[in-house]
């Protein structure tokens, strides 16, 4: 105890200096407008930043609470989500609904397979027979092959069963666009008169000659022009329009086909 | 410590802080330098002392002048931190182990180790005050310049100071 006080007494000048320094250190960021505003903003941000560290601590903590919270939020979003995405649905289809197209939402698709087949949820209940044909807001997708009443199936442009009748857009050199398998990005129009002024890069539309497409659905743009040996036709290649990968909505062209045009190729046929 | 040392150790107070409100502290030479010269008389406090004493006169010393200049805290505090390390910096440049009073001058400690001494006291000084009066701190290029133009002017005046004052107290032969 007595060292103890000796100690205090012989080094008091260091408790003086801390005294000294306090004060002088009080004055000065006390008084001097700079350094006390220096002051002020580094404990602001001192205490900012402990604030912070506390709220990540605290949040921590209350995470499950907070994942409950969101998993229920969740479900509500998505029963929201379900409900707006039906009403859209009806929406859509009623918008683009109109004389002569049905609108029908693709339900099954395939792209892959050397013969591939859309179904659609549109029968012969709103109007689809089979050989109308089906297009997209970027062009032609095929054909309708068989419809059910509330479903059809549509012979898409990637199916060997296919055939298009189609056109250089701006001239009158046309041929049937097929397709043999394997890339789903394009098809083939193979016997395009031989002279026909095709570069690469046209545009490739319908032709509207029989009922199944209007004119001027778009098909494609020419990938490559090759001349056949047999010196009669080219062989062009088309890269789709469709990405038939990714089919939502499908229009039937649902124009009856007019019963003259019938009534006469069945008297040529006789 | 008795009233005439008391009374001349005030007037040299006076003495200094005059200088420096009215003298040194209008000065900026180049921009950066100014000397601050009162660090000479914590410079000048001999071993026989007390360590709160010492504090205390340099304590009042700062304050004078900080109050004058309009800068409260400034120089009190670099003066009482210089006044904290002055007698570990004195023994730094003394190499005998001496037991009588010893004033720090140039004949006491010799010339060169008198010239060091008063230059790191100017320097830990003068780092304390800028960095001190610069806050916030922003550009320490400037804060360096500032502390060396200073250090070598204070140095200056105060090797005038040891030359035209000390000496004539101790005539030697």
Known sequence: MRSLLDFIVRHSYVFLFVLLETLSLILLFGFNDRQKEAYLTSANSLSGTLYEWRTGVEQYFGLRKENATLVRENARLRSLLYDLSDSLDSATERSMSSDGVVVARVIDNSVRKDDNYITIDKGRNHGIAQGMGVYSSDGVVGIVMAAGRKYSVILPVLNGSTSISCKVKGSDSFGFLEWNGGDPYMAQIKDMPYHSSVDIGDTIVTTGFTSVFPENIPVGTVAKVEHMKNGYTLRVNVNLAVDMSDLRWVYIHSRTRDAEIDELFKQVKD | ?173
């Open chain 2, 1 to 173: 410590m008795g009233t005439v040392s008391f009374i001349r150790r005030l007037m040299t107070l006076v003495l200094l802080a005059a200088l420096q409100i009215f003298f040194f502290n209008r000065i900026a030479l180049f921009g950066y330098a100014t000397p601050l010269f009162y660090i000479w008389m914590i410079a000048r406090f001999d071993s026989s002392m007390s360590r709160s004493g010492i504090l205390l006169w340099a304590f009042f010393l700062g304050l004078v002048i900080d109050v004058f200049s309009g800068t409260p805290g400034l120089n009190s505090a670099s003066a009482t931190l210089l006044a904290m390390f002055q007698p570990g910096l004195v023994k730094l440049f003394v190499s005998m182990d001496r037991h009588d009073v010893l004033v720090p001058g140039s004949d006491s400690m010799g010339g060169r180790p008198f010239a060091g001494y008063l230059l790191l006291m100017a320097t830990i000084h003068h780092t304390v005050y800028f960095i001190l009066r610069s806050i916030p701190l922003g550009d320490w290029t400037v804060l360096v310049l500032k502390v060396v133009f200073s250090v070598v002017m204070t140095f200056i005046l105060m090797t005038v100071a040891e030359h035209s004052f000390s000496n004539t107290g101790s005539k030697r032969s």
